[in-house]
C-alpha cells in the first residue's frame, strides 16, 4: 500500500517561498507518475503540477513560472517550489501518485488519473 505524507507548508508573507515535500512508502516500485494538486476552502482540487518517472515535468496553465516541482527517486520525494507566494495561493496542497510511469498531458493533470493521495499540507499566504 503506497503512503504519501506532505510537509512543509505552513504560514507566509506574500511574496516569500516555500518547498512542499511528499515521501512516497510503501511501495519500492520507482517509477510512478506524481502530481501536486491544491483546493482552496469551497473550491474543487486543481492541478498544479506533474512529473513522470523520466521526470519531464508539466504544469497547469496558470501555475507555469512561480512552480518548480521536482523529485529524487534515490529517497522517494517529490518537491513542489513555490516562488512569489500570493494569498491567491492559500489552499491545501495535496500529493498524488499514479502506478503508470507516464500520463499523457494533459491527463497528467487530472485528479481522476490518480489513485494514491496524501492527506494533504496547509499553505496560508497573508498580504
Known amino acids: 500500500q503506497v503512503h504519501l505524507v506532505e510537509s512543509g507548508g505552513g504560514s507566509v508573507q506574500a511574496g516569500g517561498s516555500l518547498r512542499l515535500s511528499c515521501a512516497k512508502s510503501g511501495d519500492p516500485y520507482s517509477n510512478y507518475c506524481m502530481a501536486w494538486f491544491r483546493q482552496a476552502p469551497g473550491k474543487e482540487r486543481v492541478a498544479v503540477a506533474a512529473?513522470?518517472?523520466?521526470?519531464?515535468?508539466a504544469y497547469a496553465n496558470s501555475m507555469e513560472g512561480r512552480f518548480t516541482i521536482s523529485k529524487d527517486d534515490g529517497q522517494d520525494i517529490l518537491y513542489l517550489e513555490i516562488k512569489a507566494l500570493k494569498p491567491e495561493d492559500t489552499a491545501t496542497y495535496y500529493c498524488a501518485a499514479s502506478r503508470r510511469s507516464w500520463i499523457e498531458y494533459p491527463s497528467s493533470l487530472w485528479v481522476n488519473e490518480y489513485e494514491h493521495w496524501g492527506q494533504g499540507t496547509q499553505v496560508t499566504v497573508s498580504a
Open positions: 512529473i513522470n518517472a523520466r521526470g519531464q515535468a
